[in-house]
């Protein structure tokens, strides 16, 4: 009988290649500060937006590039986040598992 992996462990196949520049920008980081629901945080699957103090902190090397913390923050939130996918060859490598 197969094993059932977790959410975790079929994320930790994935590979990612970093690139140093983030394809994750806060047009106005006080939009955040200011936003009740913070559905960035709420939707995103690999944690990449997380609150450190009073800042609000992008973790862009980790992101899937599912896209739902950009239609969350411009249909819920402040309108703070532009998305973009990353440069070339940057970016997750889905492996399947």
């Keep these: 009988m197969s094993e059932t992996l977790t959410v975790a462990a ?3 196949t994935n590979r990612f290649a970093s690139d140093k520049q983030s394809h994750l920008t806060i047009s106005d980081p006080n939009l955040c500060r200011t936003c009740t629901l913070q559905p960035c945080i709420a939707v995103c699957p690999a944690q990449v937006y997380h609150w ?3 800042q609000i ?3 862009y090397e980790n992101c899937l590039e599912v ?3 950009r ?3 411009h249909e819920l939130g402040r309108q703070a986040l532009a998305w973009r996918l ?3 060859a940057h970016g997750v490598l889905y492996r399947q598992g």
Excluded: T
Aim: one cysteine or more.
């Design 52 to 54: 450190d103090g009073d």
């Design 67 to 69: 896209g739902a913390c």
């Design 86 to 88: 990353p440069r070339g």
């Design 71 to 73: 239609i969350a923050c």
């Design 10 to 12: 079929r994320l930790g």
């Design 57 to 59: 902190r992008i973790s």
